[in-house]
Nanobody
Framework: QVQLVESGGGSVEAGGSLRLSCELS????????VGWYRQAEGKEREGVAT???????TYADSVKGRFTIRRDKASNMLYLQMTRLRPEDSAMYYC???????????????????WGKGTQVTVS
C-alpha cells in the first residue's frame, strides 16, 4: 500500500530556506517518477520538481537554481531543499509518486497515481 506523508513546511521570510520531506511508504520499483507539486490558493496545482527512476531531476523554470530534489532510497525518503524563497513560492506542497515513464513537472496532475496530503509553505 502506497502512502506518502509530507513534513517540513512552515513560515519563513523571503530569502530564507526550508527543507520538505516526504515518506515514500510502499513506493517500490514500479514507481518510475516521484516529485513535488504545489498549489497556491485559488490556483491550479503545478509541478515543481520531479525525479525519475534513473535519478534524473527536472525542475519548473520558476524554481531552477533555487530548489533541489533528492531521494534517499535507503530510508525511502524524498526531499525538496528550497532556498532563496519568494512570496510567490507560498503554497501547499504535495509529494507524488507515479508509475508512468514520463516524469516532468508538466505532467498532468489528473494522471498522477498517488498524492500525499500536503504541507503548507508560507513566505512573507
Amino acid at each position: 500500500q502506497v502512502q506518502l506523508v509530507e513534513s517540513g513546511g512552515g513560515s519563513v521570510e523571503a530569502g530564507g530556506s526550508l527543507r520538505l520531506s516526504c515518506e515514500l511508504s510502499g513506493v517500490g520499483y514500479s514507481m518510475h517518477c516521484v516529485g513535488w507539486y504545489r498549489q497556491a490558493e485559488g490556483k491550479e496545482r503545478e509541478g515543481v520538481a520531479t525525479l525519475d527512476s534513473d535519478g534524473s531531476a527536472t525542475y519548473a523554470d520558476s524554481v531552477k537554481g533555487r530548489f533541489t530534489i533528492r531521494r534517499d532510497k535507503a530510508s525511502n525518503m524524498l526531499y525538496l531543499q528550497m532556498t532563496r524563497l519568494r512570496p510567490e513560492d507560498s503554497a501547499m506542497y504535495y509529494c507524488m509518486a507515479d508509475r508512468g515513464y514520463y516524469c516532468a513537472p508538466d505532467r498532468t496532475t489528473s494522471s498522477v497515481d498517488y498524492w500525499g496530503k500536503g504541507t503548507q509553505v508560507t513566505v512573507s
